[in-house]
């Protein structure tokens, strides 16, 4: 779910619990947390509703000053269904956050990340990535993902696609411009064999 980074502090605050979308189909399920630029949300309820019936105060609860300004904000075909998404702040830290964060990385913590990246490359159609695509980001910290992947030879959104997997393992971390590898990662790069 795409969320505006300006609303983390409203959501936290409790001032904005309201998203409303566009889409062609449902994307957001009630009781699933999403990861988004505003924070990780939980999704609470979720209805379709007719644009014409949006109030000033669903404006005000996702974040707009009236009912003209949210439905001027909607983007997509005016034809798609549109969701009213209920929202509050996911509590405690990102656990992928805090994997991350942990350094202290086990022998067998190193093998098992080992065989999760040899089963990622072996998946792959573009063939063995991982290694030169953590090593790549060691090297260029904080550079433009369109770079990265130019140097890589791929695709930006492939590679983006890719870096989120390392991501999801708490190898790499994203920042406002590029990557950098996580202190995990880099306690990971230095103890393994491949």
Known sequence: ??????????????????????????????????????????????????????????????????????????????????????????????????????????????????RRLDRLDRASSWGAWTMATLRLIEAHPATVSTELAAAMGRERPAFKLDVRKLKGLGLTESLEVGYRLSPRGRAYLARTAR
């Open 1 to 114: 779910m795409l969320v505006q980074a300006r609303l983390r502090e409203p959501i936290e605050r409790g001032e904005v619990d309201l998203l409303v979308r566009r889409w062609r189909r449902l994307q957001a399920i009630v009781g699933n947390t999403y990861r988004t630029r505003a924070g990780r949300l939980t999704v609470t309820a979720v209805e379709v509703v007719d644009p014409a019936d949006l109030t000033d105060e669903d404006a005000r609860r996702a974040g707009h000053d009236d009912a003209a300004a949210l439905r001027a904000s909607l983007r997509g075909d005016p034809s798609l269904p549109t969701y009213r998404i209920t929202v509050v702040a996911a509590p405690g830290p990102d656990p992928r956050s805090v994997l991350a964060a942990d350094d202290a990385v086990t022998d067998e913590e190193v093998a098992e990340i080992d």
